[in-house]
């Protein structure tokens, strides 16, 4: 059985002018949680909309659970860095949450008993059931993040990619969205998280993937960040770039 859940295969991404992936190749593992990690303007949110296919691929492909990403993928649940939600408007968790459902189903009075034991199902693997009525504009920046967690998982996404997912949120909360994320990783769920931050990555995540418009390292945090990984991930690193632009990407 093929264990790997998603492959780029010297993925290139340009859009308008610029190239903003390049030669971007790896192998994720099913039931993993991996960090996402590089400098403004790496391609980390380019690498999410084009494994969800919002993007383009202008060469190579991705493969979600052996199929490429034009051909669906539905089995993937996606949180942007600017979610757009209204977080001002009176929406309670279960309202959020159900706004998931909605997406993929039509509204059908029979299944609308389904729906709310699914609305209160995804809550609770996410640790709010007990606030499922409580508004979400006046909860915490990590209790947030955590109904939109619930809203992917109602849709019934196996694959989560959550976009600077500790942006704005405490220490206490990151710990807290983190242990909610190992426990959907152990239930058989799929996790990346792009983020800035690359202090505690070994203790909080099983891989990490370096990204500064290509794949600078992959694998194990205790093993990746070596000082020639980090001056790549971090430097501008021009010369690696030289024969690389629009339309042609490193080829003689």
């Given amino acids: 059985m093929v264990n790997n859940t998603i492959i780029s295969n010297s993925c290139c991404v340009e859009i308008g002018e610029t190239l903003i992936l390049d030669d971007v190749s790896f192998s994720i593992n099913k ?9 403004n303007g790496g391609g980390k949110t380019t690498l999410f909309n084009a494994i969800t296919g919002l993007i383009p691929i202008t060469k190579g492909s991705i493969e979600i659970n052996g199929q490429d990403v034009t051909k669906g993928n539905g089995n993937i649940g996606y949180v942007p860095q600017n979610e757009n939600l209204n977080w001002n408007f ?18 059908i009075p029979f299944i609308s008993k389904n729906k709310n ?6 809550l609770n693997d996410v640790g709010l059931y007990d606030q499922i009525d409580n508004r979400v504009d006046e909860m915490s920046g990590g209790q947030k993040q955590r109904v939109l967690l619930a809203k992917i998982l109602a849709q019934g996404a196996n694959i989560l990619l959550l976009d600077e997912a500790f942006s704005g949120v405490d220490i206490g909360s990151q710990i807290s969205l983190i242990e909610v994320l190992r426990k959907l990783k152990d239930s058989g769920k799929t996790i990346m998280i792009a983020t800035h931050d ?19 390292a992959y694998g194990d945090p205790l093993k990746v960040f070596t000082q020639d990984v980090l001056s790549e991930l971090y430097g501008n690193h021009g010369t690696m770039f030289q024969n690389h632009k629009l339309g042609s990407h490193g080829e003689n």
């Avoid at 009176?90 to 509204?107: D, E, H, M, Y």
């Avoid at 034991?117 to 995804?122: F, H, M, Q, S």
């Fill in 31 to 39: 039931n993993s949680l991996i960090a996402v990690v590089g400098p």
């Fill in 198 to 216: 690359i202090n505690n990555i070994a203790d909080r995540f099983d891989e990490v993937l370096c990204l500064n418009r290509h794949c600078c």
């Fill in 90 to 107: 009176p929406l309670t968790a279960r309202q959020v949450v159900g706004l998931g459902i909605t997406k993929n189903f039509p509204s």
């Fill in 117 to 122: 034991n699914l609305i209160e199902e995804c």
